[in-house]
């Protein structure tokens, strides 16, 4: 099909058609209650309307489209030329598919079948299950920033503990200093030159992210400036219940595009601590951004508990200067689909990644996880290690590059993927690779693949066990051990309950095949 560029009117163009078509929310902050869903068909025919001229109709993807026509209104002017930008790149896309090679493992069927709309914004039980219950188990008082559907919470929020000059909230208050370097990254859209055959695959779905964009929570640390703990909580709501698909059309969506900009100036230090959640079935689309300055130190947990209808996509971006250290610890276990892109760039000698995440898949969940670690600067090191335990018909993906440019001597890189399948109707994708281009390296990579050890069973059962308790105690504690660097009980309970859940699920398998054995 032939690909058009679209032109920088198509934003007026746009808004005015999807209000020709019932759209009627978008002047509003929130759409009233039973306002009509920019499904499929309208958004479809907005764009065809906004583009007349301009795009062929087949040079415009049908879905993603739709997806632009059910984007919600703009919390802060500032972002209304990053919207025409990237609404301009969006609709001269395709959208993300299995032929491309980036995508070739995950199916996206259940997003492309669904209608996107408008979330309610009603947050009900996840403020106590997320906010509050997290406040109580705290030993002091955190700063909090909440933002509903990809909209700051002033309500939810309190950053009031931040000291030493450091900011957390919406982009219309961001200090004047960082705020021109914010609006000119929000400008840079991933991936746009990219390699097809070596890409993560984030382009389409950042430049969705910024098209639809209502508000960018904006973290920024001063250089010399230490921050203990921040938490940075993203909640998703479903659709008006009022508001239901007709009999016989395909299920509905809410979608938000929750993005994060975050910078450490020189010397700085933080932990922060990003939570997604959300309840009902929606479609959270979000965007990360991290510079660390020089000698900056961030320690990074990031939770992904999407409720079990969620489709969840996310890139996190981390770009370190010289002698600077990210530790990320990347926890996925919500969501009916996920995928995580997370890349890494080591732009500053002596800079250093390291990378600990942990999947946990039941029933027919899909969780993916592409990352690429590129050492642009000599004399960096990073270390990765996946683990990823899944029961049911759930189905794992990691895909994991670490790239080593002319140049860049004197490299250290590991990285390993530990998997357990307790099912088996599971299913794990593992893909770990190195594109080494110089000398003087230290590199190595490796994946491992299997069930609980016997043997560590048996150990468990001689001192009084049963088999099924020892599963459980090993599964948990296995989790248990990753989560241990993430600063949030609840959120540690929470996994390790799953991950209970998965060994049951497992030791009931075994009993299955005791059984058919002894036929």
Known sequence: KARGRATGQSQAMLTA??????????????????????????????????????????????????????????????LDEVRSEATDVVLAARRPGRKQEAWRRTDLSLLYGATLGAPSGRVGELVAGYVEEEEAAAAAARPRLVFVDGVYSADLSDTSSLGGGAYAGPLEQVPP???????????????????PRTELGCHTFA?????????????????????????????????????????GASPQLAASHPNLSLWLGDGASLSLLQQYAGRGAYFCNGL???????????????????????????????????????????????????????????????????????????????L????????????????????????????????????????????????????????????????????????????????TVADLDDEMVFYLQARGLGRAEARVLLLEGWARSLMGEVPSEAATRRVAAKAAGLAREGAAREVRKQAMSSI
């Open 17 to 78: 058609c999807i209000a020709s078509v019932g759209a009627a929310y978008l002047p509003s902050q929130r759409p009233a209650p039973g306002a009509p869903l920019c499904g499929s068909a309208r958004g479809r025919a907005a764009v065809r309307c906004a583009e007349a001229g301009t795009l062929t109709q087949s040079a415009v993807d049908d879905w993603l489209g739709s997806a632009v026509a059910a984007r919600g209104s703009v919390a802060s002017g500032l």
């Open 288 to 366: 990360s951004r991290l510079r660390l300055g020089e000698n900056a130190s961030l320690t990074h947990a990031y939770l992904q508990e999407q409720s079990d209808g969620a489709v969840h996509v996310d890139s996190v971006l981390a770009t370190l200067a010289a002698g600077a250290r990210y530790d990320a610890n990347l926890v996925q276990s919500g969501g009916r689909l996920s995928r995580v892109n997370l890349a890494v760039r080591l732009e500053g000698r002596h800079s250093h990644a390291s990378l600990n995440g942990i999947a946990l898949g039941s029933e027919s969940q899909l």
């Open 207 to 247: 430049a969705l992210n910024q098209a639809a964009l209502s508000d960018v929570a904006c973290v920024y640390v001063p250089s010399g400036v230490a921050v203990d703990t921040l938490r940075l909580i993203l909640l998703s709501t479903p659709s008006y219940p009022d508001s239901g698909a007709e009999a």
């Open 368 to 447: 993916d996880l592409h990352s690429a670690v590129r050492h642009v600067s000599p004399d960096c090191s990073s270390e990765q290690e996946q683990r990823n335990a899944l029961a049911g018909r759930a189905r794992v993906v990691f895909r994991g590059a670490v790239q080593v440019p002319h140049g860049s001597d004197n490299t250290t890189a590991n990285q390993l993927c530990r998997s357990l399948l307790l099912s088996d109707s599971a299913r794990v994708d593992i893909s770990p690779n190195l594109e080494i281009l110089t000398d003087d390296v230290v590199c190595t990579h490796g994946a």
């Open 177 to 195: 200093e960082v705020r021109e370097a914010v609006l000119e990254s929000l400008r840079e859209i991933p991936e746009r030159e990219a390699d």
